[in-house]
């Protein structure tokens, strides 16, 4: 029986291991036994120091030995005596990662391995690796596929993937059987590749951080240095065992830059093999892995739809079914209304989605006609993503949504903890991907890639619809033509901002804010926005997506709002719950790039040779308000002119502990 590629690669990867184990043993062995050096007798030391003599500067911390240091006069340890601490890798993570062989396409001759076919790509593989860079929907039209924890068969649904240059290739390896394809005969599988041209690939017209071109068009990885999205071989079996259980809420925790969500996604990617529906929780407020910072939400998968999700976040819109607007990037200024929010969603589906009789219970949460199975009971899997703050605070927060949500599963991604799975760049694999020659984008500029990138959605992923999501970036936002809604007709909901409601309209405008169903409540007669303003203080049911506040027209009681939420879908929402519409402020900070024009973008960027366009959006640049250009911001500004940040990472020395 012909074995897989994955299982030759963990073979190879086994056999590595138990490979380094023997050389380190042949090489204390074969090295001469060192003669311990005689030492010499010390005098005993006194408190004081002699006349003359300079006394002798105390160790620092760093120079401080500590209980597992080994003493220079001992014999060096093998491998098997190297106690397992955070400062002593294991010989297991002294393994280099051997990248598996890479597809190479061969459009001609007796090794032909792609078609090319009406505008798609067709790729037979056998033992190697395929990876796929850009944006595009992969069908397996023969074989069977692993992509990203997902299984890809002739009877799967499409997996869409939107791989930038700045996000890790997608990995395609085939099981192992020969095939019978008409085009491509005597392959294991045959992969089609089909383009797509959503307008995400034009994002770089409004905001440079992802690069000049970062959806190239689609292309096929041939350089092995380029990392990719791989499960290490140390994550492998809890991710197994997660297809196995009978029930499974699994929670995903660890601090920054541990490989969460990339453990997420193929926990999720693990589950929809075996379950039609999946939830995936996010409580990361900062960077959530399905929209835009600020909120926490409940989304649910349908494998009969969908095979899986892959690219960043900031390309991966969707509606969810349930959630709610905290407004911030940290949970720190309020813990208490975050852990509502979050023993709300808990509770929403504790209640309602956990067990279920009939698909068409959770059909009707998504809003989709899809066809329902017949009845009969199950358990819906559920994928918790956490924040990446695991001190203090946030490890309490943490703690408490465990507690609310009873997980059967907890994935700790510390490599420094006993029993936690090692963290992804301290695998072999992930370490392979370090070393890879790619750009890389910060929190700050993720954050500011999803805001523009929900902000100029004209169609967001729909669970239940229609799952591709399209842009428009052609069009800057100042261009845009916004709704105009009636703050006491429009808005039952009422206005939530959190300043003195003499400042509140200041506040708003040009702010981003959060969409909310609220229960109307009465308010007094008089002032509209006095009377919005009091609807606003009863507690929003769930939110529905962001906005933003394009205009306040304080005469005629009007908002001038931008958002990608159609208001056929915002009726049906709020229909459903009972609710009216209400408008949240929030702390969140709105990109500079979506204050310009295509004109000032350029300026910005140094595009032009000439002197920069007097006028931004009709308007001359001196009149455009909450914009300072460059040239403005002279040393002799008034205190409190320049943009005001905070640093959390000094201390006094007193503050300092000793």
């Known amino acids: 029986m012909q074995k897989s590629a994955l299982a030759v690669r963990r073979e190879r990867a086994a056999a590595a291991r138990a490979a380094v184990v023997p050389e380190r043993v042949e090489e204390a062995a074969a090295a001469p036994a060192t003669p311990e050096p005689r030492r010499k007798a010390k005098k005993k030391r006194t408190d004081?120091?002699?006349?003359?003599?300079?006394?002798?500067?105390?160790?620092?911390?760093?120079?401080?030995?500590?209980?597992?240091?080994?003493?220079?006069?001992?014999?060096?340890?093998?491998?098997?005596?190297?106690?397992?601490?955070?400062?002593?890798?294991?010989?297991a993570e002294t393994v280099q990662y051997v990248p598996p062989r890479l597809y190479a396409p061969d459009y001609k001759g007796s090794h032909k391995n792609c078609v090319r076919s009406d505008g798609t790509l067709l790729c037979g593989l056998r033992d190697e690796a395929l990876l796929v860079r850009g944006q595009c929907t992969i069908h397996v039209e023969e074989g069977r596929v692993y992509a990203a924890g997902a299984v890809l068969t002739p009877d799967t649904p499409p997996l869409v993937a939107y791989v930038p240059s700045v996000h890790p290739?997608?990995?395609?390896?085939?099981?192992?059987?020969?095939?019978?394809?008409?085009?491509?005969?005597?392959?294991?599988?045959?992969?089609?590749?089909?383009?797509?041209?959503?307008?995400?690939?034009?994002?770089?017209?409004?905001?440079?951080?992802?690069?000049?071109?970062?959806?190239?068009?689609?292309?096929?990885?041939?350089?092995a240095a380029q990392d990719a999205v791989r499960t290490p071989d140390e994550w492998a079996p809890a991710l197994d065992a997660l297809t196995d259980a009978d029930d499974c809420i699994a929670l995903v925790r660890g601090a920054k830059n541990t490989g969460k969500s990339t453990f997420a996604h193929l926990a999720l990617h693990h589950l929809l093999r075996t379950h039609r529906f999946v939830a995936f929780l996010d409580l990361d407020v900062g960077q959530p892995e399905f929209g835009p910072p600020g909120f926490v939400s409940l989304h649910i998968f349908d494998a009969s739809a969908e095979a899986g999700v892959v690219g960043p976040a900031w390309a991966l819109p969707r509606i969810a079914v349930r959630a709610h607007f905290y407004g911030d990037v940290s949970p720190r200024e309020d813990p208490a209304r975050y852990a509502a929010y979050v023993a709300d969603l808990a509770e929403f589906f504790r209640t309602e989605l956990h067990y279920y009789r009939d698909d068409r219970a959770v059909l009707g949460h998504m809003h989709s006609d899809a066809p329902a199975r017949p009845k009969q009971e199950r358990r819906m899997p559920l994928v918790v993503n956490t924040h990446g703050w695991n001190k203090g605070l946030g490890a309490d927060l943490v703690?408490?949504?465990a507690e609310r949500l009873q997980p059967t599963h907890v994935f700790e991604l510390d490599s420094r903890e006993a029993g936690a799975l090692a963290a992804f760049g301290d695998t072999p694999c992930g370490r392979h991907a370090a070393q890879a020659r790619r750009r890389r984008i910060n929190a700050a500029e993720a954050r500011t890639l999803a805001t523009l990138s929900y902000l100029h959605a004209t169609h967001l992923a729909t669970p239940g619809g229609a799952l591709l999501g399209r842009w428009d970036f052609f069009t800057p936002l100042v261009a845009q033509r916004p709704w105009v809604v009636d703050v006491a007709e429009g808005l039952p909901g009422g206005l939530e901002v959190h300043v003195d409601p003499s400042l509140a309209l200041h506040a708003l405008n040009g702010a981003l804010v959060g969409l909310v169903a609220r229960t109307p409540g009465e308010a007094p007669d008089g002032d509209v926005w006095h009377a919005a303003l009091q609807r606003g203080a009863q507690p929003a049911v769930h939110a529905l997506g962001l906005a933003l506040v394009r205009g306040v027209d304080r005469d005629r009681?009007?908002?001038?709002?931008?958002?990608?939420?159609?208001?056929?879908?915002?009726?049906?929402?709020?229909?459903?719950?009972?609710?009216?519409?209400?408008?949240?402020?929030?702390?969140?900070?709105?990109?500079?790039?979506?204050?310009?024009?295509?004109?000032?973008?350029?300026?910005?960027?140094?595009?032009?040779?000439?002197?920069?366009?007097?006028?931004?959006?009709?308007?001359?640049?001196?009149?455009?308000?909450?914009?300072?250009?460059p040239t403005e911001l002279l040393a002799s500004d008034a205190i409190g002119a320049r943009p005001r940040k905070v640093r959390r990472n000094l201390m006094r020395r007193a503050q300092i502990p000793s």
């Open 48 to 91: 004081e120091p002699k006349k003359g003599e300079a006394r002798e500067a105390p160790r620092t911390p760093r120079e401080t030995p500590r209980k597992d240091e080994a003493r220079k006069d001992e014999a060096p340890r093998t491998p098997h005596d190297v106690p397992r601490t955070p400062s002593t890798p294991t010989h």
């Open 169 to 223: 290739a997608l990995e395609l390896i085939a099981d192992a059987a020969v095939g019978t394809h008409a085009a491509l005969p005597g392959f294991a599988a045959v992969v089609r590749l089909t383009p797509l041209s959503t307008g995400i690939e034009h994002v770089a017209r409004v905001c440079p951080v992802a690069g000049p071109d970062p959806f190239a068009e689609l292309w096929i990885v041939t350089d």
């Open 399 to 401: 703690h408490q949504a």
């Open 557 to 629: 009681g009007v908002l001038h709002l931008l958002t990608p939420l159609a208001p056929a879908l915002l009726a049906t929402r709020l229909e459903a719950s009972c609710a009216a519409l209400g408008v949240v402020h929030s702390a969140l900070e709105l990109p500079i790039w979506a204050s310009l024009d295509a004109a000032a973008y350029a300026d910005v960027l140094q595009q032009r040779d000439a002197d920069p366009v007097p006028m931004l959006a009709g308007m001359a640049r001196a009149d455009v308000p909450y914009l300072a250009f």
